[in-house]
């Protein structure tokens, strides 16, 4: 349900390839550039990986498709299907979970009316639980898209979620 | 004796993210020392630190530097620990985002020190503020000479790159990390051979923790007695980073010398939470054994906490009041290591899974008698049966749990379910 189309397959070969030359001579070999390139090809896939988007990586560094995936599966901030506009991962792990977490679990829950991983139907939001971010000082916490949003309470969520285009 | 912050010193100092800044505040200057000493002088004085990795394992700095082959013609490589993701622990996005180029000194005095011309930070994917703040900081020092073909006019060639991974806790581990780095699934190598030897693109490579080799620098210039100077005794030495998280008023970063007591970091978090009585503690992230209040006078450094049966680990101190379910609590631990078992051991990647699986029946009330000592048992066959370390962890919060407090365990399964019901965090709690 990403809104935009997806780039073409030539599209996404000069797209990668362009990202990947300042880091080319950074690394002894290519394969080390296979994450990087896998975020990148996210990025211009509007933040999941259709199957065009890892033939693509594949060919520019020289992989099998099938390595590649199981690259992909193993990580996870990499998405295999369609993601909502804005993606929100919800930090559940024990200091956050200390502090409230599964309240605010519940009301992202309320106000989207999806369950979790599923992408509201104006393709506007998705949300999933997410192990410790780092950020537990300031818990609970979410991911909001790249950007951190710290000390929240059901209520500051429910703002957020209000005000997102 | 008064304790001035170290690590922590140049925290929002103005102009500190810049080359100038960090100057300004006497940065750099340890490295250009470490340029006009010879490398074996470098890892000597480190040694004579007794810096320990702060990356969780505790492994000498210095010694580990020494396992580097000194005479070969091959590329050799640091590679720092960045990935950050053990459960409560946030110390070294502190140090990434606040001061990098402390960071990148301590990088550049490793690699001296070994003959390593390239660093890979590896960062977890998730901190990409901080691999902004990093990158923007290398590309400054490259301006101003610190990083490039002549580090600081001395000749010495010395590139760092930043690489931003995707999401798995166990590219922490440091063969995990270097599969990773290679662009491969994150799956731990067997050991030996080790990575001083065989590490990353298969030659000899050091992996160091952010905050281990923050130190680096402030042990060049202030010198490896004074360093020897802060801690508990000569095992446990220098300024530590000590994450607070969950029931306290102040959860953060507190930067003392090793072995500060629980009861002390409670009271520079300003106090357990509304007041409360503290129930249980875990010291040293996820992967450590947790312990009861009682513990709460022990130095919280690594001998002191192995001697208890837990562990310094990657000094995330999780607190947990008077309200807490401990089962519920170590149900989470279990199923964050299901969820990241890489899946190559049986013991650990089934073993994890039946771990948070029984947690979970005794929490919601279908326990068996027979499960208290069915974890122990699950705990003994993963106990150094597979390949890393994670098996180990994951057993360490479980284990405790029986261990430690096994009226509660008990007390759940009698009962058929929790006598803990959770309390609302949030005043008015979720509306429904
Ligand atoms: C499952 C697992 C996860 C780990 N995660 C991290 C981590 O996120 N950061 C880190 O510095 N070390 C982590 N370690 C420890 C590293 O393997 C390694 O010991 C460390 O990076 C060495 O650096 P140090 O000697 O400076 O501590 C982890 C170990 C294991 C077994
Ligand atoms: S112990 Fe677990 S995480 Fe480590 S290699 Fe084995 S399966 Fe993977
Ligand atoms: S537990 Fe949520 S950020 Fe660490």
């Known amino acids: 349900m990403a809104d935009a189309p997806l780039p073409s397959r030539e599209e996404l070969l000069v797209?990668?390839?362009?990202?990947?030359?300042?880091?080319?001579?950074?690394y002894p070999t290519t394969e080390a550039l296979t994450i990087p390139a896998l975020h990148f090809a996210q990025a211009l896939c509007g933040g999941w990986l259709p199957e065009a988007a890892i033939?693509?990586?594949?060919?520019?560094?020289?992989?099998?498709?099938?390595?590649?995936?199981?690259?992909?599966?193993?990580?996870?901030?990499?998405?295999?299907?369609?993601v909502g506009r804005h993606r929100l991962r919800v930090c559940t792990n024990l200091p956050c979970m200390l502090r409230g977490a599964d309240e605010i679990m519940a009301a992202i829950r309320d106000e989207l009316g999806v369950g979790e991983g599923e992408v509201t139907a104006d393709g506007r939001c998705s949300y999933t639980h997410f192990e410790c971010l780092g950020s537990c000082d300031t818990a609970p916490m979410m991911m909001l898209d790249q950007e951190y949003r710290e000390n929240l309470t059901p209520d500051s969520v429910r703002r957020i979620l209000k005000e997102l285009d | 004796m008064a304790f001035e912050p170290v690590l922590t010193q140049n925290v929002g100092k103005p102009g500190i993210l810049t080359v100038a800044g960090y100057r300004d505040a006497g940065g750099y200057a340890a490295l250009r020392k470490a340029l006009g000493m010879t490398p074996?002088?470098?890892?000597?004085?480190?040694?004579?630190?007794?810096?320990?990795?702060?990356?969780?394992?505790?492994f000498p700095a210095g010694v580990k530097w020494g396992f580097v082959p000194a005479d070969t013609d091959q590329p050799k490589y640091l590679v720092c620990n960045a990935d950050e993701s053990e459960p409560g622990t946030f110390k070294d996005r502190l140090l990434m985002e606040k001061d990098p180029h402390q960071l990148l000194e301590g990088c550049a005095i490793c690699c001296w020190a070994v003959g390593a011309n390239t660093t890979y930070i590896y960062i977890r994917g998730e901190y990409t503020e901080a691999a902004d703040i990093l990158e923007e900081a290398i590309r400054d020092a490259y301006r101003e000479g610190i990083l490039g073909d002549d580090v600081l006019g001395s000749g010495f060639k010395l590139?760092?790159?930043v690489h931003r991974g995707a999401g798995a806790y166990i590219c922490g581990e440091e063969t995990g990390l270097l599969e990773s780095l290679e662009g491969r699934r994150g799956q731990p190598r067997v050991k030996p051979p080790f990575p001083a030897i065989v590490g990353a693109f298969g030659k000899p490579t050091v992996i160091n923790?952010?905050?281990?080799?923050?130190?680096?620098?402030?042990?060049?210039?202030?010198?490896a007695d004074w360093f020897r100077g802060i801690g508990t005794d000569e095992r446990n030495t220098g300024p530590k980073l000590y994450c607070i998280s969950g029931h306290v008023e102040r959860p953060g970063t507190y930067e003392v010398p090793i072995g500060v007591t629980l009861d002390e970091l409670i009271d520079l978090a300003g106090g357990m939470h509304k007041g409360r009585a503290l129930k249980a503690f875990i010291p040293g992230g996820a992967s450590a054994a947790i312990l009861p209040a009682s513990q709460s006078h022990l130095n919280m450094d690594f001998d002191s906490l192995a001697k208890a049966g837990?562990?310094?680990?990657?000094?995330?101190?999780?607190?947990?009041?008077?309200?807490?379910?401990?089962v519920r609590a170590t149900w989470r631990l279990a199923k964050f290591f299901s969820h990241e078992s890489c899946g190559q051991c049986t013991p650990c990647r089934e073993g994890t899974n039946w771990m948070q699986m029984t947690l979970k029946r005794i929490e919601d009330g279908h326990g068996s008698e027979a499960d208290a000592e069915l974890i122990l048992r699950m705990s003994r066959n993963m106990s150094g049966t597979a390949l890393c370390a994670l098996a180990d962890a994951a057993v360490g919060p479980v284990q405790s749990l029986v261990t430690n407090f096994r009226e509660e365990v008990d007390e759940h399964i009698r009962r058929g379910g929790c006598p803990l019901p959770p309390v609302p965090f949030f005043e008015n709690g979720a509306s429904h």
């Open chain 1, 15 to 26: 797209g990668v390839r362009e990202r990947l030359a300042p880091l080319r001579d950074r």
């Open chain 1, 55 to 82: 033939d693509a990586v594949a060919e520019e560094l020289q992989l099998a498709p099938a390595s590649v995936y199981g690259v992909v599966t193993f990580y996870d901030l990499f998405h295999l299907s369609p």
């Open chain 2, 40 to 58: 074996a002088e470098v890892i000597e004085e480190v040694k004579k630190s007794g810096l320990r990795g702060r990356g969780g394992a505790g």
């Open chain 2, 159 to 161: 590139d760092i790159q």
């Open chain 2, 209 to 223: 923790n952010v905050e281990t080799l923050c130190n680096v620098p402030h042990i060049l210039t202030r010198g």
């Open chain 2, 310 to 326: 837990s562990m310094l680990g990657s000094a995330a101190v999780v607190v947990m009041d008077e309200t807490t379910c401990l």
